[in-house]
Each structure stands twice: as structure tokens, then as C-alpha cells.
């Protein structure tokens, strides 16, 4: 496991403690789940579950057949 050291100003620290005793866990989890989070570069599991489930959000047809004819487009 890696180690890293980071330097935070006062009302910064105050804010992680917080937030870390609140959650239940110690800082440094609470700042590795939190860059965990922030670095991710994929969605998360409840998301991509969720992905197709709004049954009254209207089609991509539905919406594009209120937005009428395109103008022709000018030569260059």
C-alpha cells in the first residue's frame, strides 16, 4: 500500500475530520475513498443500473419531432 503525504490548511482538515467521523471511518479512508471517487473514469455500478428505468422520460424521437424543419445551411 502506498503512503502520501498531504499538507491541509486548518478549515480543510476540520472539514475532512467531520465528514470521516460522521461516515465511521478514519481520515485517511475518508480521503481515499473521496479521491476514489473523484478519479473514477467509469460510472458507478447504481448508476449504469439505473441506466433505461424512467419509463416517462420521452424517447430521443419524441423529443427531436417538436424541433421542426433545419434551415438550409449557407454555402462558404
Given amino acids: 500500500m502506498g503512503q502520501v503525504t498531504i499538507y491541509l490548511d486548518g478549515e ?3 472539514l475532512v475530520a467531520t465528514a470521516a467521523k460522521a461516515a465511521g ?7 481515499a475513498e473521496a479521491i476514489k471517487e473523484k478519479a473514477r473514469t467509469e460510472w458507478p ?3 449504469l443500473a439505473s441506466f433505461g428505468t ?7 424521437e419524441e423529443i427531436r419531432a417538436t424541433y421542426g424543419e ?3 445551411r449557407e454555402k462558404l
Avoid at 25 to 31: D, G, L
Avoid at 54 to 60: C, G, H, I, K, Y
Fill in 45 to 47: 455500478a447504481q448508476v
Fill in 25 to 31: 471511518v478514519s481520515k485517511s479512508k475518508w480521503i
Fill in 12 to 14: 480543510t482538515e476540520a
Fill in 70 to 72: 433545419d434551415l438550409p
Fill in 54 to 60: 424512467w419509463e416517462d422520460f420521452p424517447s430521443l
